[in-house]
């Protein structure tokens, strides 16, 4: 009997919401009770997430907005507000707020899970820096010219300049017909 219900809780927890019907209306899920679209947490023991199945849960507002916070995601823009409620994310929020491999999203209209939510390639390379939690690109401002008579060419090096007021190391490319400062 236990092995049928399990079988039943898997099936119904894989199905799009709108095809489990009135099942779908409340569903009791270690620590947190998950209606259509909230999830509410129950008083226990240090349970903070939904539980579907094994490792696959929902994710909470609340969820998105801590892993923002602790560099694991990175917003579009410095615009996006991360609510810090117990609704759960939807694909479509999730496309807004987030820089996501988008190809990992659900494509049947169901919320994602967590191993659904892929952060997009970090933020890397000299010109980029995170700044309130986007990836910026720095603009690159040419600094000065130096010609070099041992190879016959200019120096011309240059600095990336970021919205918070940082600017990089200075880096140099070599031009033969001189530098615009």
């Known amino acids: 009997m236990r092995t049928f219900l399990l079988f039943i809780v ?8 709108a095809a489990q019907g009135p099942l779908a209306l409340k569903a009791l899920t270690a620590g947190s009770l998950v209606t259509s679209r909230k999830v509410e947490q129950i008083v226990t023991q240090g349970i903070m997430s939904p539980r579907t199945i094994a490792a696959n849960h929902l994710v909470t507002h609340a969820e ?5 916070q602790e560099g694991y995601f990175l ?3 410095s615009s996006v507000t991360i609510p810090g409620d117990n609704f759960c994310i939807t ?7 987030l820089n996501l491999d988008e190809s990992q ?3 049947n209209g169901r919320m994602p899970l967590w191993q659904e939510l892929s952060p997009a390639s970090q933020c890397t390379g000299v010109d980029k820096k995170v700044i309130n939690e986007v990836c910026e690109t720095g603009n690159k401002v040419w600094t000065r010219s130096e010609y070099d008579s041992s190879i016959g060419m200019y120096k011309c090096y240059y600095v990336y300049r970021w919205s918070d007021g940082s600017q990089s190391q200075e880096y140099y490319e070599l ?4 530098c615009v400062v």
Do not use: D
């Open 10 to 17: 898997i099936t119904l927890f894989s199905l799009p919401l």
């Open 64 to 68: 998105v907005k801590q892993k923002v």
């Open 75 to 77: 917003k579009k823009s």
């Open 91 to 97: 694909v479509a929020e999730a496309k807004a707020w």
């Open 105 to 107: 999203l659900p494509a």
């Open 175 to 178: 031009n033969g017909a001189g």
